[in-house]
């Protein structure tokens, strides 16, 4: 019992040891000095989903990857680079699914046909339970 329950509480313990000890990238944290900057950052920082947390944008989220994506961020925008190029890199680098708002293609099909479909299906299941079958 107790060979087996060594490796499960060893693979549970992983995920706290995900960030490492180091300090947060320069930017990480820290507004650019030009607020029109700053709020192309911002707003390109919305719309990039965290790949370690997966649920928040890398704005929100406190991950350390976060983290350094708003660095990286900030430091192109700083650098004069348009917001389109830096999503750009960002997908080329880790995919569609680093965006909130992902391409149409074949691999995203799915995404978004998925709503439609369960909706058809709700609005289905709703008038059969609540429509009376007529005599």
Known sequence: MTRLLLPVLLLLAVPAHADSKLPPASLAYTQLP???QEARAK???????????????IADSDAEMAG?????????????EPPAQ???????????YVSYDPPLSWST??????????????LLLARRAFVKPRS
């Open 34 to 36: 030009d607020p029109a």
């Open 109 to 122: 099909v799915p995404l978004w046909l998925a709503p439609l479909v369960l909706a058809g299906l709700g």
């Open 43 to 57: 707003a390109l920082m919305e719309t990039l989903r965290c790949v370690v947390c997966q649920g928040q944008s």
């Open 68 to 80: 350094d994506m708003r660095a990286l961020v900030r430091q192109r925008i700083q650098a004069g």
């Open 86 to 96: 830096i999503r750009g890199w960002l997908v080329q680098r880790y995919g569609d």
